[in-house]
Every structure is written in C-alpha cells, then in structure tokens.
C-alpha cells in the first residue's frame, strides 16, 4: 500500500514511519509538514492512501481532505488527529475520510487501520466514558481500553465487530476479554453483560434476571 503522511510534528510522522515499514506490507511515497504541500504531492505520488492531520499550517486537514477527494476521489484519506469532538469526527467522515484515528491510539494497531480503511470499511472514535462511568470502571480495576470493549460487548457487539471499532486484531479483543472477565470475576459475555449494567456502563441489563 503506498501511504502519503500528512504532519507537522516530524516525531509523529518519524514512528508512523517505523510501524508502517516494520509492518512490510506499506510504502511511504511522500510526506508533507504543512497542508498546501498535500495536494501536489499526491498527484506526484499517486499514492493509495493519505494519513492527514486536521492541523497543519497553511492549509487544514478539512480543507485538504475535500480537495483531495474532489481531484483524486479513489484516493483514501484517514484522519489522525488529537481532537477527540465527536461533531469534528462526524464532519470528517461525512465529507469523504475513510476514518478517524486519534493520536492516543497505540502505534501498532495503525497498520490493521489503513489495511481496513482501503477496504471501505469505514471508521468512528469509540465514545468515551463519562467521569461517573470511569469513577465505576476504576472501581473494578479496569482500563479505559478495557471499559470501552465491556461496554461495546454489552450492546452485543461481536468480538470481530469490536476489533474493526477499535481498530485492533480479534485476537487483541480476546486478550483483552480474558483480563475482564478475571477482573469483574465473571465467566462469560452474559455474565460480563450484567457486571457492566450493575457499574452503569450500559442503561439495560441482558435481561430481567437478577444475577444475584
């Protein structure tokens, strides 16, 4: 896959560039620090897909993502950005990205990213938790990653269909299960399912049955 990355700050773009060689399946054609070079650079590179921050100098993120797709429409964009607005990320996706990756995300997971972007899947942030839902989370002893997945698992999202929210490998989603699971002191999906009604992660229980 050959990736143009969009970023002023030369240490981001530098380990983005590290994960994506080690990755072996990914060439870096071009990289810009400031949103006019982006639009030349991928009409001279042709690339498959452009990781694009939203803040640059000279040109935004926004404003590159739409003249992007206007001159090169089968060219994918995915945003990488800080900004965690829900509003902002529903802009971004309605005007033509294929995701949205905040920069807090681990580095290993952005190559399954843009695997699946140039796929057509397309991807949202997963909502954060409320300060009340992490107080509980705490609580359990639980991450905020690990938060996350319960209250995915809670809304009956498969494990598969967590991985592509979460922009990590099934297997990942598994590993992560099994830590919840061992901390909450449950068994199971359905058990972990009332555990995360009882913290209020979710606003209804699996069911009606106590599990008292």
């Known amino acids: 896959m050959r990736v143009v990355i969009a970023d002023d700050h030369q240490l981001i773009v530098d380990g983005i560039r590290r ?6 399946d990914f060439e870096i054609v071009g990289e810009a620090s400031n949103g006019a070079q982006v639009l030349p650079l991928v009409g001279q590179t042709n ?5 694009l921050d939203l803040r640059m100098p000279q040109t935004d993120g926004l404003t590159c ?3 992007i797709k206007r001159r090169y429409p089968d060219v994918k964009v995915v945003i990488l950005s800080a900004a965690t607005d829900e509003k902002l990320i529903q802009t971004a996706l309605r005007r033509g990205a294929s995701g949205y990756v905040v920069k807090t995300v681990n580095p290993v997971d952005i190559p399954s990213v843009l695997r699946q972007a140039v796929e057509g899947t397309v991807f949202t942030m997963p909502t954060t938790a409320q300060p009340t839902e992490d107080a509980a989370a705490r609580d359990a002893g639980l991450t905020e990653r ?5 209250k995915a698992l809670a809304r009956g999202l498969s494990n598969q269909a967590i991985g592509k929210q979460l922009w990590i490998a099934e297997q990942t989603v598994k590993f992560h299960l099994t830590n919840i699971y061992r901390k909450l002191g449950v068994r199971n999906r359905t058990e972990a399912t009332r555990h995360a009604y009882k913290l209020g992660l979710v606003g209804n229980p699996l069911d009606d049955i106590d599990p008292e």
Not at 19 to 24: M, N, Q, S, Y
Not at 47 to 51: A, F, K, M, R, Y
């Open 65 to 67: 993502l739409d003249q």
């Open 19 to 24: 994960v994506l060689e080690d990755a072996g």
């Open 47 to 51: 690339p498959d897909l452009v990781l």
């Open 146 to 150: 690990e938060t996350i997945i319960l």
